[in-house]
C-alpha cells in the first residue's frame, strides 16, 4: 500500500522509508527476542490522538506494546523481530495519517517548536490587525452609513479579511481536512466551517449590496482562537527539552588504550565491555566503568544530587556523565553505550513523560463532545428550516449563526485565560509556570516530596564551627582554599570575605586529587583538605555536617564545619503544607545523617537517604499507584526522572539545567514558600476555570436556541460569541485577587530563626 502525504501546519510530509544498514541505529534490543523503536509523530499533541496511535498499533500483528509521549510526541513501541519489521510501524501510522520518523535522542525538537510557534504567532499578528481594521469599518456602518458608502466600506472590510482569514486561519484549516479525509471529526472541523461560511456569506452579501455583511465575526473568531491555541503552545512547548540536555551530558568519543599501550580516539558508541579509556580532567566519562588507575575528585551530581565532590580510586565504579575534576584516571569500561547508567537515566525520564502525558485536561475531556453537539445542532437547523418552508439563503444564514454562537472562543478561551492570569501572577511572585496542565495539578495535589540540597536548603554549605577561630588561622586557611574549586574551599573563602579578612599568600601551592591542598607559608608547611591529609584522627560518628581539616606547621589541627543552610522560610513552608492537609516526604542522595539533621529541624517525620534516581522514581512511582498526587520538589540531575514522574513537578530556579527543564514549574525566590503559592494559585485557577466552563456552556445553552430560532444573526451571534469570550477573560482576572502566601514577611521571620540557630552552633 502507498501512504499518501499529509500536511502538518502547511507543510508537507513524505513517508519515511527504513533502509539498509542504517535501520539499525534506531532499534535497540528490548530483550527475549523483543526490539524497541521510538518514533517522532509531530500530530501526538492530544489526548484522543494518544489514545488511536496506541490503538492502532497494538493492533498489529507482533506488535507488543505503544505508548506515546504526548510532551515530547513521541511514540515508543516493542515488537517481535521475527513477527513485523519496524517500517510496518511506521506505514500503518501512515496509514492513520499521522507522519513518523525514528526519533534521535539528540534531537531537541526546539527547531520545529520554534516554527511552529512563528507560524501561530504571525497567524494572531495577522489575525489581530485584520479584526481591529475590520470592526472600526463595521462600526461606521453600524453608525449608519448607507447604500453606495455602506457597500464600499464592506469591500473594504473584504479585502482586509478575506487574506486574513486564508492566512491565519491555515493551522485549523489543516488540521480539519485532514481529520477529514481520515473520516474522523475534531474541534477545528465547526471552527474552519463557521469562518469560511461566514466570510463567504459575507462575500455574497457584499457582491448583492445586501445590508449586513460579517467579516468582523471571521476575522475576530480567528483572533480568539488563536490567542488561545498560540498560548496553549506556549506553555506545551517550554516542556519538550529536558531528555534532550540529558543526553547532552555524554561524551562523543574516548580516548582507547590499545593492549600494546598505544592511545587512539574513538567514538563513545564503539565502546565495548572490557576496553580500557583514559580520561583526562575536566572530561565527562564517556561509559560506565570501574577506576583502573588514579585518583581524583568527581563531580557525581547526576548519580547523588550533592553539589560536593567525591573522591574515586582504583576500584571504585564510576558513570557515563560523571564529571572528572581534578586528576587522569584510567577506566576499565563495564557498560557502554544504550547499557549506562546514563541512557537509563533518559529512558527513565522518557518513561516518566509518558506516565505524566497521560493526564487529560478538562478542556481536553470537553472537546470529545463539544464537536459533534456543534455539527448537529447546526444540521439540524439547516435542515429544520428547510423543512418548514424557508429559503436556502434563511436558512443557511441561521445555520451559520448556529455556528458562530457555538464557535468555541469561550471554551477556547477558558483555561488559557486563567493560566495567562496566574501564571502572571505567580510570576511576579518568582514563581514561573512552564506548563499550564500544572496549575490544574496543583490544585490536586495531596502529596509533596523535597529533595534536601538545593531544594529545601540552598545548595551552598556555610561555616558553623568554629566561628571563633583566630583571623590567622582563617585568613592562612582561605590562602590555600582560594586556589581550589571545591565547593567547601569556596565557602570558606566566602566566610573570610564576609568577616571582612583578607586571605593570606601562600606559596607552592599544590592539590592531591582526593586528599587536600598543601602550601608553604613563612617555612610553614600548611595543609588543608581531608582527616587523614591533616593527621586528624578518623571517626565513625556522623553528624551531618560537612567538613575540612587545617594543620598550620607541627600545630593541632582545626576541623571546619558546614552546614547546607535552610532555604528561607523552609519551616514555615513545611508548617503551611501540613496545615493545608499535604503529607510531607524528604527523600534525597545524601548522607543519613546529614537527611536526618534537616528532617529532624523541619518536623518532616518521613526522610530517606542515599537514595539513587532509580529508587526516587521507584518511590514517587510507589506513592502515585496508591492513587497519591505527587508534588515532587527536586533540582539535581538525579531528580530528573522523579520530577518528570511525578503528578506535578517543581524546581528552583538555581536547580541543574535539566532539573529546571524536566520541573512543570520553576520557583525563583529564595523562599521555600513559593511551592504553597503555586498549590494556592493552582486551587483558585482550578476553580475559576471550572466556572468559566460553567460560563461558557450556560451562554451556549441561552443563545443557541435563540439562533436556532432565527432570532439572532449572524452579526449579533459574533458579537454574542465575542461578549462570552470578554466575560470569561473577565472572570480570569479574578485570580490575580486571592492570597498566595506571605513570601516577605516569612523570609523575615526565617531569617531571624537561621541567626538564632548559627548563635547556638557557635555555643
Given at each position: 500500500m502507498t501512504m499518501p502525504c499529509c500536511t502538518i501546519d502547511g507543510e508537507f510530509f513524505q513517508p519515511f522509508k527504513l533502509e539498509g544498514a542504517d535501520a539499525e541505529r534506531w532499534i535497540s534490543d528490548a530483550g527475549a527476542g523483543q526490539k524497541r523503536i521510538e518514533f517522532l509523530v509531530p500530530q501526538a499533541n492530544r489526548p484522543a490522538v494518544m489514545q488511536e496511535i496506541e490503538t492502532g498499533l497494538m493492533a498489529l500483528d507482533g506488535v507488543k506494546s505503544a505508548r506515546v509521549n504526548l510532551t515530547g510526541r513521541r511514540v515508543a513501541a516493542t515488537y517481535d523481530a521475527g513477527r513485523i519489521e519496524p517500517q510496518a510501524l511506521i506505514d500503518r501510522l501512515g496509514e492513520m495519517g499521522y507522519m513518523a520518523r525514528p526519533f534521535d535522542p539528540r534531537e531537541t525538537g526546539l527547531t520545529r517548536d520554534d516554527r511552529e510557534g512563528a507560524r501561530l504567532l504571525k497567524a494572531l499578528a495577522v489575525s489581530g490587525f485584520a479584526a481591529s481594521n475590520v470592526m472600526l469599518l463595521s462600526v461606521s456602518v453600524w453608525s449608519g452609513a448607507e447604500d453606495a458608502t455602506r457597500d464600499l466600506f464592506h469591500w473594504l472590510s473584504a479585502m482586509i479579511a478575506l487574506p486574513a482569514v486564508a492566512y491565519a486561519g491555515r493551522p485549523f484549516f489543516y488540521s480539519a481536512v485532514n481529520a477529514l479525509r481520515l473520516g474522523r471529526v475534531n474541534m477545528d472541523v465547526p471552527i474552519s466551517l463557521g469562518v469560511l461560511l461566514a466570510s463567504f456569506m459575507s462575500l455574497f452579501e457584499t457582491i448583492h449590496s445586501r445590508e449586513h455583511a460579517y467579516f468582523d465575526a471571521s476575522v475576530t473568531l480567528l483572533f480568539f482562537l488563536l490567542a488561545g491555541r498560540y498560548l496553549d503552545h506556549l506553555m506545551r512547548a517550554r516542556a519538550r527539552s529536558a531528555i534532550a540536555q540529558l543526553v547532552s551530558l555524554s561524551s562523543d568519543g574516548a580516548t582507547l588504550i590499545e593492549a600494546d599501550g598505544s592511545r587512539r580516539y574513538v567514538a563513545a558508541r564503539d565502546l565495548k565491555t572490557g576496553m580500557t579509556v583514559a580520561v583526562a580532567a575536566g572530561d565527562r566519562l564517556p561509559a560506565d566503568g570501574i577506576v583502573t588507575v588514579g585518583i581524583s575528585d568527581m563531580d557525581r551530581s547526576l548519580l547523588t544530587g550533592e553539589t560536593a565532590p567525591e573522591t574515586v580510586r582504583c576500584g571504585d565504579k564510576v558513570h557515563a556523565g560523571e564529571l572528572n575534576m581534578t586528576a587522569p584516571l584510567t577506566i576499565e569500561v563495564t557498560a557502554a553505550g544504550n547499557d549506562t547508567f546514563l541512557s537509563e537515566l533518559v529512558r527513565l525520564m522518557s518513561t516518566a513523560e509518558q506516565g505524566q502525558s497521560r493526564y487529560i485536561r478538562i478542556a481536553d475531556r470537553l472537546a470529545r463532545f463539544y464537536s459533534p453537539a456543534v455539527h448537529t445542532l447546526a444540521a439540524g437547523t439547516l435542515a429544520g428550516w428547510l423543512l418548514l418552508g424557508n429559503g436556502w439563503h434563511d436558512s443557511l444564514m441561521a445555520a451559520i449563526a448556529v455556528l458562530i454562537i457555538t464557535c468555541p472562543c469561550a471554551l477556547g478561551l477558558a483555561v488559557p485565560a486563567v493560566q495567562v492570569v496566574a501564571s502572571g501572577r505567580l510570576f511576579r511572585s518568582g514563581v514561573m509556570i512552564k506548563d499550564g496542565a500544572a496549575l490544574e495539578k496543583l490544585s490536586a495535589v495531596d502529596t509533596v516530596i523535597f529533595d534536601k540540597t538545593g531544594t529545601l536548603t540552598r545548595g551552598e554549605p556555610s561555616l558553623v564551627s568554629p566561628l571563633m577561630v583566630s583571623t590567622d588561622t582563617l585568613a592562612l586557611a582561605a590562602g590555600l582554599a582560594q586556589s581550589s574549586r571545591h565547593p567547601l574551599s569556596v565557602a570558606l573563602v566566602r566566610e573570610v570575605n564576609r568577616r571582612g579578612l583578607k586571605p593570606f599568600t601562600v606559596s607552592d601551592i599544590a592539590e592531591q586529587p582526593g586528599l587536600g591542598l598543601s602550601g608553604t607559608f613563612n617555612g610553614e608547611q600548611l595543609r588543608l583538605g581531608s582527616r587523614a591529609w591533616c593527621g586528624v584522627e578518623e571517626t565513625s560518628e556522623d553528624k551531618g555536617l560537612l567538613e575540612f581539616a587545617f594543620r598550620r606547621g607541627t600545630r593541632p589541627p582545626v576541623l571546619f564545619h558546614f552546614?547546607?543552610?535552610?532555604?528561607?522560610?523552609?519551616?514555615?513552608?513545611?508548617?503551611?503544607?501540613?496545615?493545608?492537609?499535604?503529607?510531607?516526604?524528604?527523600?534525597?542522595?545524601?548522607?543519613?545523617?546529614?537527611?536526618?539533621?534537616?528532617?529532624?529541624?523541619?518536623?518532616?517525620?518521613?526522610?530517606?537517604?542515599?537514595?539513587?534516581?532509580?529508587?526516587?522514581?521507584?518511590?514517587?512511582?510507589?506513592?502515585?499507584?496508591?492513587?497519591?498526587?505527587?508534588?515532587?520538589?527536586?533540582?539535581?540531575?538525579?531528580?530528573?526522572?522523579?520530577?518528570?514522574?511525578?503528578?506535578?513537578?517543581?524546581?528552583?530556579?538555581?536547580?541543574?539545567?535539566?532539573?529546571?527543564?524536566?520541573?512543570?514549574?520553576?520557583?525563583?525566590?529564595?523562599?521555600?514558600?513559593?511551592?504553597?503559592?503555586?498549590?494556592?494559585?493552582?486551587?483558585?485557577?482550578?476553580?475559576?476555570?471550572?466556572?468559566?466552563?460553567?460560563?461558557?456552556?450556560?451562554?451556549?445553552?441561552?443563545?443557541?436556541?435563540?439562533?436556532?430560532?432565527?432570532?439572532?444573526?449572524p452579526l449579533v451571534a459574533a458579537i454574542a460569541m465575542s461578549t462570552s469570550s470578554i466575560i470569561v477573560i473577565a472572570n480570569a482576572l479574578r485570580v490575580g485577587l486571592g492570597r498566595t502566601g506571605s513570601a516577605a514577611a516569612a523570609s523575615q521571620h526565617s531569617g531571624q530563626q537561621a541567626e538564632a540557630h548559627r548563635m547556638r552552633n557557635a555555643a
Open positions: 552546614e547546607d543552610a535552610l532555604r528561607s522560610n523552609a519551616e514555615g513552608t513545611i508548617r503551611d503544607l501540613k496545615a493545608m492537609g499535604m503529607d510531607i516526604h524528604l527523600l534525597s542522595g545524601d548522607r543519613e545523617a546529614a537527611v536526618h539533621r534537616v528532617a529532624d529541624r523541619l518536623d518532616i517525620d518521613t526522610a530517606v537517604s542515599r537514595a539513587s534516581p532509580q529508587a526516587k522514581l521507584a518511590y514517587v512511582d510507589a506513592l502515585t499507584k496508591t492513587g497519591r498526587k505527587v508534588l515532587m520538589v527536586g533540582d539535581g540531575i538525579n531528580d530528573a526522572a522523579a520530577l518528570a514522574a511525578g503528578f506535578t513537578s517543581m524546581a528552583p530556579a538555581t536547580a541543574s539545567d535539566i532539573g529546571r527543564t524536566a520541573a512543570e514549574t520553576v520557583f525563583m525566590t529564595e523562599s521555600a514558600d513559593a511551592v504553597v503559592a503555586a498549590i494556592r494559585t493552582g486551587r483558585r485557577s482550578q476553580k475559576i476555570a471550572k466556572e468559566n466552563f460553567g460560563l461558557a456552556v450556560g451562554y451556549n445553552v441561552l443563545a443557541v436556541p435563540l439562533a436556532m430560532a432565527g432570532l439572532v444573526s
